[in-house]
């Protein structure tokens, strides 16, 4: 299996969805959920959240000097974490 550095595997996940079908153009869910159910999305995706968190440091200079935003959304459009230059 190969190893991708951070950049690499957010743009490997684009191709990806893209190549699937994933509607680039479909908004990002959430405002609807109370707290208690984002906690139990978050702790549902716990793991890929712990990656998502490990890989915000290195996001956070690219997302500085591109203006870019990493957001992880489950398979139904919630949205679990954000990270956003200056957030």
């Known amino acids: 299996m190969i190893t991708l550095q951070p950049v690499d595997e957010i743009f490997a ?9 994933v509607d680039n153009s479909a908004s990002v869910m959430s405002s609807s959920i109370n707290e208690e ?9 716990k793991e890929l959240v712990s990656i ?10 690219l997302s ?6 990493l957001l992880l959304v489950n398979s139904e459009g919630l949205l679990l974490k954000k ?3 200056g957030s």
């Open 52 to 61: 998502f968190v490990n890989l915000e440091s290195d996001f956070e200079d």
């Open 13 to 21: 996940s684009w191709r990806r969805c893209v190549n699937i079908g």
């Open 83 to 85: 990270n956003a230059a």
């Open 64 to 69: 500085l000097e591109r203006n870019l935003v």
């Open 37 to 45: 159910g984002l906690q139990n999305a978050q702790n549902e995706n």
